[in-house]
């Protein structure tokens, strides 16, 4: 199969109407019509080999389906709705010229389809190259997704007050739990592919629905997706609105896959597990939360306040009373290892 080759059978099996697509692929650009009264939001994310997923050990599937939903959550992040996404991806030769390569490359385009179908967002470009190095080279894919959001009403990092509660989505550590159970297999690629499952880790659900419905609702006050792990993210929304938080532990809603850890490991995965891609968000403490939004769980995990000397930016009160410090401990972007930075101090 050729590069047009591939393109052709993109265009195929990505056919669905859009109002927001007004050309979609073929031409040398994309047309796209934001609703009236919207302003454009637009993300981008790298989904590197080696760095994002393990080409023996994720199922294509899944690899698919993490390329978008990344995008998609941070749209969600935002209170946005989905417009179109683009695809840049570099294959190696072997993807397209051997056989087990094109069955690779048609599994993840059906991963990133079903959830593009889900969430009625159109794919509506891209590019498509080579990747250098031959049968050595990796797959390596970027995802641009533009979604639309009503003039100056997207939810942002910043903005969160003094007193506001902090609430996060579903539940923590279960990306990380079982990233480490397939890590620890002995054999290769997880033959499951389907989203039937719990798949924290596999098939991550990006909060579309929740985000839109926290920006309808005028809601939150702040808003930030949790892709590198809860410390990580907690200090970004802290930093963005110049404000300390505290973080119950009992209140923190543990994935079961990650609870299967034992409690330290538990707790570790909840705090600095990356890849959940629930939504941390901050509210009036006066405002009643529902507890739940769309059909998903909301959880009152903690609070903000006064940055003052001596207070750490972020705190941790543990189940037997005491306060510490909490640093970020998640993801770390370019770490040598590209293994989780265990920093955190308890
Ligand atoms: P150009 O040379 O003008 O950049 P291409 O030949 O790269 O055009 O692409 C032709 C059409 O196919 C364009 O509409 C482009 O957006 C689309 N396309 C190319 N690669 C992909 C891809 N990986 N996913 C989706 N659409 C793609
Ligand atoms: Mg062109």
Not at 47 to 59: A, K, M
Not at 207 to 212: A, S
Not at 303 to 327: C, F, I, Q, V
Request: with cysteine; net charge neutral.
């Amino acid at each position: 199969m050729s590069e047009l080759g591939l393109i052709e059978q993109i265009r195929r099996n990505f056919t669905h109407e859009s109002t927001a697509v007004t050309l979609g692929i073929g031409d040398d650009c994309a047309i796209l019509r934001p609703p009236s009264g919207c302003e454009v939001v637009v993300t981008t994310d790298f989904t590197l080999e080696g760095r994002h997923f393990r080409r023996d050990r994720h199922p294509p599937e899944s690899v698919g389906h993490r390329c978008l939903a990344r995008g998609l959550s941070d749209l969600a992040a935002m209170g946005a709705t989905p417009m179109a996404a683009f695809l840049s991806l570099a294959l190696p030769s072997t993807m397209l010229a051997e056989a087990s390569g094109r069955a690779w490359t048609a599994r993840f385009f059906d991963g990133l389809r079903a959830l593009s179908e889900l969430h009625g967002v159109p794919l509506a470009g891209g590019d498509t190259a080579e990747s250098p190095g031959g049968r050595a080279g990796l797959v390596l894919a970027d995802i641009v997704l533009i979604g639309s959001a009503p003039k100056g009403q997207a939810l942002r990092r910043s903005g969160a007050s003094v007193g506001d509660a902090l609430y996060v989505t579903g539940q923590l550590g279960g990306a990380a739990a079982e990233l480490s159970t397939m890590m620890r297999r002995r054999t290769g690629r997880i033959a499951s592919a389907k989203t039937t499952e719990d798949h924290p880790q596999l098939f991550p659900e990006p909060r579309l629905d929740v985000g839109e419905a926290l920006l309808r609702r005028g809601m939150a006050t702040a808003c930030i997706d949790v892709s590198d792990g809860l410390s990580t993210d907690l200090a970004h929304l802290c930093q963005a609105s110049a404000l300390c938080a505290e973080i119950e532990q009992a209140a923190l809603p543990i994935h079961p896959l990650a609870r299967k850890l034992g409690a330290d490991s538990a707790l570790d995965a909840a705090l600095n597990g990356g890849e959940d891609y629930e939504l941390l968000f901050a509210a009036p403490a006066s405002l009643r939360m529902p507890s739940s939004l769309a059909g998903v769980p909301i959880t009152r995990i903690g609070a903000l306040m006064n940055r003052r000397s001596g207070r750490p930016t972020m705190s941790l009160l543990t189940n037997d009373g005491s306060r510490n410090e909490l640093k970020p401990g998640g993801w770390e972007h370019f770490s040598q290892s590209a293994t989780r930075a265990k920093k955190r101090s308890r």
